[in-house]
């Protein structure tokens, strides 16, 4: 069983900062690429970040420069770093990793239950 935990939604104004965690955790044999999704009311899920297992970055312009995804390999976390943030960014964010179960070969993407980040004065 694997499991990966969100922390740090929350209420935060415009212009504000958050910072969400996510951890996973079980049988697990290697973590590769980990990243965050989020989901608006009525629009589709769509990537807010990736970070590899060497640590390459990646991001959509939407919030290229205002967000910053992180990863500690020993903990098998990743974070997500948000600054600047607008009332656009309000959405259900969700944390997403390929993952190696112990005994098996090849990886399977797996989800966080999702945290909610509202930005709104």
């Known amino acids: 069983q694997v499991q990966l935990v969100e922390s740090g939604g929350g209420l935060v104004q415009p212009g504000g900062s958050l910072r969400l965690s996510c951890a996973a955790s079980g049988s697990i044999s290697r973590v590769n690429t980990m990243g965050w999704f989020r989901q608006a009311p009525g629009k589709q899920r769509e990537l807010v970040g990736t970070v590899t297992s060497r640590g390459t970055t990646n991001y959509p312009e939407s919030v290229k420069g205002r967000f910053t995804i992180s990863r500690d390999n020993a903990e098998n976390t990743v974070y997500l770093q948000m600054d600047s943030l607008q009332p656009e960014d309000t959405a259900a964010y969700y944390c997403?990793?390929?993952?190696?179960?112990?005994?098996?070969?090849?990886?399977?993407?797996?989800w966080g239950q999702g945290t909610q980040v509202t930005v709104s004065s």
């Open positions: 997403n990793a390929d993952i190696v179960r112990r005994g098996a070969i090849l990886p399977s993407p797996y």
